[in-house]
């Protein structure tokens, strides 16, 4: 079973703290993302990386940054956190291959982030 | 216009009723389907993946999609109150690793 985790459940910050979300997957999979989920806005993504040290902006990177020093570990970072940013942190990852059944995404349980 | 349209709901059903969720698409050169479950403060988990039109079946759950009208629908015939959670659609283009959702369905099955 692919198994990705991240590294809190729960995390309160107060406004201007950096905050560092750890995702880490054991499928070796090339690709992962880092999503926001709000009530009525759906996923959006924010960054998604395809390889080591390589990464692309998705639909929202503003006040966020991202690495991926190591192929199984994604971080995201919140530079200088707002209260606007108080969200679910969805990370997932996926396989990149000829496989259709296996070319999808596989979710970690999400980051609940507070800013106060 | 967003890539994935999906009616957010609620939907509250009686159990072993016939559940229709559905999403619309703009994109064309979306290929892949799928339908994700996601529970209450859990992170969403892959329920059924199709790339064709056509119907998928699993169990209670059928996955439809209609390329020509760009529509994806699932189905959840005798529903019962552990299917309740919110539902997401996504959809993939070939060849490309990302991937557009919907914002979510939130089913409430009754007992």
């Known amino acids: 079973d692919v198994k990705v985790t991240q590294s809190s459940r729960y995390l309160v910050k107060r406004t201007g703290e950096k905050v560092f979300l750890e995702c880490v997957q054991d499928?070796?999979?090339?690709?992962m993302f880092w999503y926001r989920q709000d009530p009525g806005l759906g996923l959006r993504l924010i960054y998604f990386s395809y390889d080591v040290k390589m990464k692309e902006k998705g639909d929202i990177p503003e006040g966020y940054s991202v690495s991926r020093e190591k192929k199984e570990r994604f971080s995201l970072i919140l530079e200088s956190a707002s209260t606007n940013q108080t969200s679910m942190y969805l990370c997932a990852s996926s396989p990149t291959g000829s496989r259709l059944e296996t070319d999808t995404q596989y979710f970690g349980p999400g980051t609940r982030l507070t800013v106060l | 216009q967003k890539e994935v349209e999906q009616d957010p709901g609620p939907l509250s059903v009686p159990e072993g009723a016939i559940v229709s969720l559905n999403c619309t698409y703009s994109?064309?050169?979306?290929?892949?389907f799928m339908w994700y479950r996601q529970y209450s403060r859990k992170g969403p988990e892959l329920l059924m993946y199709t790339y064709s039109s056509g119907n998928k079946e699993d169990g209670r759950f059928t996955a439809q999609v209609d390329k020509s009208s760009k529509y994806i629908s699932l189905f959840i015939r005798d529903s019962q109150p552990s299917d309740s959670a919110t539902y997401l659609c996504a959809t993939q283009p070939y060849n490309f690793n990302k991937f557009y959702f919907g914002s979510g369905t939130k089913l409430n099955v009754k007992p």
């Open positions: 499928m070796d999979h090339e690709n």
């Open positions: 994109n064309s050169a979306f290929q892949y």
